[in-house]
């Protein structure tokens, strides 16, 4: 089974500042998906950005990136230039590309932006 | 107008009630799944439905019953519920490109209906 582990379950952010979420993951897999979702209090789940795990290349969209470090199981997300509407919870989400409509998630990081 | 739509939002229900929660997806995908969020819990896939057809039944509770009648919409009916069932039910969708693989899957999900047992 694979478990996904998000040590921080909130974090607080000046507007216009950079944030780094972290996420760490578990499995005997060697090609398999990652994911970020957020999750404002509406509570849609958004799909943030998204990384296939044989692709070294760091997936970026807009202003949210990622570090993936596949040997140390590591998939950080960086919001860079933070605005109000970035407020949520962040979910790290891992999928098997053998088996892969199972999304396993993390327990989430809350993230506040302070005007 | 989101992709995936679910209703009602909100839905309180006692425990002898039956009900049932909607989902419509507006994406032209072939895969449906019911998700279920807890307080403190991650969230947990209750179903899966490919091709209109369920492969994944997660353990769920059998006072829990889905129902895919085409690829676009998905139901999850309740009969006698429990308290500890009150959570937010996440439907979601995705395109996969065949009924095994599920290569390259993109998951979606609606907003969500806050369901209380009381």
């Known amino acids: 089974a694979q478990t996904v582990t998000q040590s921080q379950p909130e974090m607080s952010v000046q507007e216009a500042e950079t944030v780094t979420l972290s996420c760490t993951y578990d499995t005997s897999e060697s090609n398999y998906y990652l994911f970020w979702y957020k999750q404002p209090p509406s509570r849609q789940m958004i799909l943030v950005i998204r990384?296939?795990?044989?692709?070294?290349q760091n997936a970026t969209e807009n202003r949210f990136s990622v570090n993936f470090q596949k040997a140390a199981k590591s998939f950080s997300l960086k919001i860079s230039d933070s605005q109000l509407g970035d407020t949520a919870m962040y979910f790290c989400?891992?999928?098997?590309?053998?088996?892969?409509?199972?999304?396993?998630f993390g327990a989430g990081t809350t993230v506040t932006v302070r005007a | 107008e989101t992709g995936v739509t679910q209703t009602p939002r909100h839905l309180v229900m006692g425990m002898t009630n039956k009900k049932s929660l909607k989902c419509e997806q507006h994406l032209g995908h072939n895969a449906m799944y019911w998700y279920k969020q807890s307080a403190k819990k991650p969230l947990e896939l209750m179903f899966v439905?490919?091709?209109?057809?369920?492969?994944e039944n997660n353990s769920v509770p059998s006072r829990f019953s889905p129902e895919c009648p085409n690829s676009s919409h998905l139901f999850l009916h309740l009969h006698t519920l429990q308290p500890e069932d009150s959570a937010l039910y996440l439907c979601?969708?995705?395109?996969?490109?065949?009924?095994?693989?599920?290569?390259?899957?993109?998951?979606?999900f609606g907003e969500g209906s806050w369901l209380t047992v009381v």
């Open positions: 990384q296939e795990a044989y692709k070294q």
């Open positions: 439905y490919n091709f209109k057809e369920q492969t």
């Open positions: 989400a891992f999928m098997r590309r053998s088996n892969d409509y199972k999304l396993s």
């Open positions: 979601a969708s995705s395109q996969v490109q065949d009924s095994i693989t599920y290569s390259g899957n993109t998951i979606y």
